[in-house]
């Protein structure tokens, strides 16, 4: 049998300091493809820092607020979300704009984006999901469905799409959809097991479930209850290698799961900041609203004989 020492070491802790872009409220945190460079979405647009400093290396203007941003495959570019409804697509290493993504399909808000390849995935919170071309720039797919979340496979070969009360699983290549998987509340986060074959599904009653593709049921489900009477407030999820993370703002905590047995093994308090987490749900990022502090650090599984 195999147990999992959970070891939390912060590898580096930066006091940002209260410059002029600092100042800004941030929506969102991302990270590159090599978790050498973060994306800090704010009011007047995207801020590229290096990691290893915390210095501002590119500022990416937008002339509405930033929702949330995404970098493709290769960091040359990234795309973020505006309040406007358009995803504004730009270089990363000239800050140049180099399109905008428009749709009069949209509703209401663009409530997320994941860029693959040249295919960029994006879902609205009342509809539609359009899948973009990020080489012509044009629409290439649409769908009536409607939610808050998507989240890539990690063999990049299925896309998680999180609508009101369930998940529909698309392939990317023929573009069908899975049936339904019901769980009959608002979900609010998905994560992928890192092998695929597995999926965490938060939502709003606080509850999150472990779903097993390979027999198309429900596993099991993670037990966030404080004791108080007040639901738990999912914001995020990351499988990592070994571990499951889950963000609760109800709490401001990290719950940390070990994800064969689904024990709890750490708490991490998050003191009213963004906390994100890279692809491989082992570098993290935490924000802070109030003192407008960067840490960067490592949540890392080591396995045990």
């Avoid at 203007?61 to 970098?71: A, D, G, H, N, Y």
């Avoid at 040249?118 to 939610?147: A, C, K, N």
């Amino acid at each position: 049998m195999k147990k999992f020492a959970v070891i939390l070491s912060l590898l580096i802790i930066f006091m940002v300091s209260s410059a002029q872009e600092d100042d800004k409220i941030v929506s969102d945190v991302s990270f590159d493809s090599t978790s050498t460079y973060i994306a800090m979405s704010k009011i007047d647009g995207v801020y590229i820092k290096r990691i290893s400093d915390m210095q501002t290396v590119q500022f990416l203007s937008s002339p509405v607020p930033t929702i949330q941003s995404v970098w493709n495959d290769d960091s040359s570019k990234i795309a973020g979300v505006g309040s406007d409804k358009i995803i504004r697509i730009w270089d990363t290493t000239t800050g140049a704009l180099l399109a905008t993504l428009e749709s009069s399909l949209w509703i209401d808000r663009v409530d997320d984006i994941v860029w693959s390849g040249d295919r960029l995935y994006s879902l609205g919170l009342e509809g539609p999901f359009i899948i973009w071309d990020t080489t012509t720039y044009q629409i290439v797919h649409t769908s009536s469905l409607s939610g808050q979340e998507l989240e890539l496979s990690p063999d990049k070969t299925k896309l998680a799409i999180g609508v009101f009360a369930g998940v529909r699983i698309l392939d990317i290549t023929s573009l069908e959809y899975s049936a339904p998987l019901i769980i009959n509340v608002q979900l609010w986060s998905i994560a992928w097991k890192p092998d695929g074959q597995k999926i965490a599904i938060g939502a709003v009653d606080g509850i999150v479930r472990i779903w097993d593709l390979t027999i198309q049921s429900f596993e099991t489900t993670l037990n966030l209850d404080d004791g108080t009477s007040e639901s738990p407030i999912i914001t995020d999820i990351r499988w990592g290698d070994g571990y499951i993370v889950v963000d609760v703002v109800t709490t401001i905590d990290s719950f940390i799961f070990e994800d064969n047995t689904y024990t709890l093994l750490d708490i991490i308090e998050l003191d009213n900041a963004i906390y994100a987490w890279d692809d491989d749900g082992r570098r993290y990022i935490v924000y802070n609203r109030f003192t407008e502090q960067t840490t960067a650090g490592t949540y890392c599984s080591g396995i045990l004989s």
